[in-house]
């Protein structure tokens, strides 16, 4: 890889821009990027961001396309802004000529991803989306290991999700929980969210490394809310593929405690684990292999993974074309579901943690291993909450209209 500095500019600064802004900042230290300019329309209220951006000379714009403008010779611009901001600020930006790394997720209706797809297709401009987890080694490894058929055939795909999380997590933002805000589709959950790279790399994992040879045909799903909010904070998930794969996905946000998300990839002659912390377990016939790849930079490594496809042809770890399936799989959850079904408060307590509180379901970690073990939606568990759904066919799909 050519070792000169690349030119970078970031589109927002506070939220989870504070994260890219510390990645660019390391990457900038090791001689990777030169930061050129950020655009920021509440400055004040992210003092420390945008301090380290001025001690790194970058500029400061409050409108980003006069940057894009005053900068043509950036290399790649990082847009970490609102969900809704993300279609329209990635095409803009395309089309003005640059390549992008986007914060997941791409787009949470298929409509609008297809049309920031034929964007990036049209003006040949690479879109990195930011599924941090695509890069670390252990993931790697398992893709290399399903591709080059050490458990054979893969059959099923099961993705736990089990967190905790406070009614602070929901106060910290307004779109927060929410379905639309300010008139845009947010779809705030599990499954556009927090649980978005396990999701995503599920689909990733049902197609050998490509979740584009994993596109869903149908998904059943039950979605459900604890939490006074719009979106689902618990959720159990069965996905048919087109190469018939099963993949099944259980989150919840309302755990009395986080453990960290796993997959668990069946196939016909043995099984691949993958975990969050970058570890991995591989089940054969010739016995049992554990890696552990330990702590790694996964956001730097996305970074420097996108500058080598813009410098080499390299492949990226998450192009926004290969995230189809993630958003298809995500809007067929809310077709199926109908609506976020509410758990009985007798099922629900709320429990002191600091300052604020967090609602928990009762046995919901036991609730999801026991219906992950047995291949079960929560209601197929007889889960006495649960509400049954039928599947959703996504056969020339193309537009969510949903909660308008």
Known sequence: MNRTKAKVALIGIGGFGKVHTKTIMQLAEQGVLE??????????????????????????????????????????????????????????????????????????????????????????????????????????????????????????????????????????TPWAGKLIHNGQYVLDGTLFNPFSHLLNNCLIAAGCGDARLAEPVSVQAELYRANGIEGEDTASVRIRTVQDVEVLLYTTLCADQTVSPYIEIEGSEGSICWYSNNTMTIRTSEGEERVDCGPEPLMNKMYINLLEAIREGAPLYSPLEACRSFVLAANGAFESSREMHRVPETYVTVEPSGETTGKVIGSVKQIIMSSARAGKLFSESEVEWAVRTEPFALNNYGSFRMFR
């Not at 050129?36 to 961001?49: K, L």
């Not at 409108?63 to 329209?88: C, F, G, R, S, W």
């Not at 089309?95 to 049209?122: C, N, S, W, Y």
């Open 35 to 172: 930061c050129v300019a950020y655009a920021e329309t509440n400055r004040e209220a992210n003092a420390e961001s945008a301090a380290m951006w001025d001690t790194a000379g970058a500029s400061h714009y409050h409108d980003y396309e006069q940057m894009l403008q005053n900068h043509p010779d950036i290399d790649l611009v990082a847009i970490a802004t609102p969900i809704p901001l993300h279609k329209p600020m990635s095409i803009r930006v395309m089309e003005q000529g640059f390549h992008v790394i986007l914060e997941k997720p791409p787009a949470v209706t298929i409509q609008d991803h297809e049309e920031m797809a034929a964007v990036a297709q049209r003006t040949g401009r690479l879109c990195q989306v930011n599924f941090q987890n695509t890069s670390g080694q252990a993931f790697r490894s398992s893709l290399q290991k399903l591709q080059e058929g050490v458990i054979g055939t893969v059959k099923r795909v099961t993705g736990i999700g089990v967190w905790k999380r406070t009614q602070a997590y929901y106060d910290r």
